[in-house]
């Protein structure tokens, strides 16, 4: 089985992890458009664009379901790919129903990118929640991404400095859990849950992405429990600029998650 995953850039390997643990035994071909990253502060048409030849891309490798790693991405094209998909397409939402669920007190802080924020599928989803649009702050963080993009030398302490600055003024006492609506913002979850100086519950929607793909794919769900990640996996990486660089950078993360990654 050959599974398409796509983010604008190394983000998306969250999601990626995600889907090792239900499918452990699937070949994944990750593909990151760094030639255009980050996707935030671009268009919607542009934002599109690119996710569609992505989209062509995954075709032409004959994969048998795309996940779509990218908020922003989701947002922009997952309605319009699906309507002419010759495979699963599966996008990836805030996980906000699952906050407010389990918090039903106080409010909800999510991160986001400014188009994801702006975006209809953002209000789409608020809309169909109860109490979600008085309990929901949305918070657009332009350029969070890009600093944790960059994994430069010192990209950690810029992520804290950029969290001091734009979201610890919204972290207020009556905020009971943060939402991290981009796939990026997973590689900060401990800075940012621990940011106003008290553990706050920090939750994604990657768990939900690979739970649905399975669905998708008609595989059984064994257990409610998050499985364990593989010792390796199969993965081809494709980016479309700084490849090799990239490509080292993908292994390391996932190596830090203790998978040891080979090529087909």
């Known amino acids: 089985m050959r599974i398409g995953v796509f983010d604008s850039g190394i983000g998306g390997l969250s999601t990626l992890i995600a889907c090792l643990r239900y499918l452990p035994e699937a070949h994944f071909l990750f593909y990151g458009d760094t030639a255009h990253s980050p996707y935030g502060d671009k268009s919607p048409e542009q934002v599109r664009q690119w996710t569609e030849a992505a989209y062509e891309w995954f075709i032409q490798a004959e994969v048998d379901a795309v996940v779509l790693a990218c908020n922003t991405a989701t947002s922009a094209a997952v309605s319009p790919i699906r309507e002419y998909a010759d495979v699963p397409v599966i996008g990836i939402e805030p996980a906000i129903k699952k906050a407010l669920t389990l918090y039903p007190e106080g409010k909800i802080l999510l991160l986001a990118t400014t188009m994801t924020v702006a975006g209809a599928k953002l209000e789409q989803l608020l809309a169909q929640l109860p109490d979600a649009r008085q309990?929901?702050?949305?918070?657009?963080?332009?350029?969070?991404?890009?600093?944790?993009?960059?994994?430069g030398a010192d990209w950690q302490q810029q992520v804290r400095q950029y969290l001091h600055r734009q979201v610890l003024p919204a972290c207020t006492a009556d905020?009971?859990?943060?939402?991290?609506?981009?796939?990026?913002?997973?590689?900060?979850?401990?800075?940012?849950?621990?940011?106003?100086?008290?553990?706050?519950?920090?939750?994604?929607?990657?768990?939900?992405?690979?739970?649905?793909?399975?669905?998708?794919?008609?595989?059984?769900?064994?257990?409610?429990v998050c499985p364990e990640l593989p010792g390796a996996a199969s993965i081809d990486f494709h980016f479309t600029a700084e490849a090799a660089a990239k490509t080292q950078v993908a292994r390391q993360l996932l190596a830090a998650h203790g998978i040891r990654t080979q090529s087909s």
Do not use: F
């Open 135 to 151: 309990r929901v702050m949305p918070l657009a963080c332009p350029g969070l991404a890009e600093r944790i993009e960059s994994q």
């Open 175 to 224: 905020i009971q859990a943060i939402v991290l609506g981009c796939t990026h913002y997973c590689w900060i979850r401990d800075l940012s849950s621990g940011l106003a100086g008290r553990a706050i519950p920090t939750l994604d929607g990657n768990d939900g992405v690979a739970r649905q793909l399975c669905r998708r794919l008609d595989i059984p769900l064994q257990t409610d």
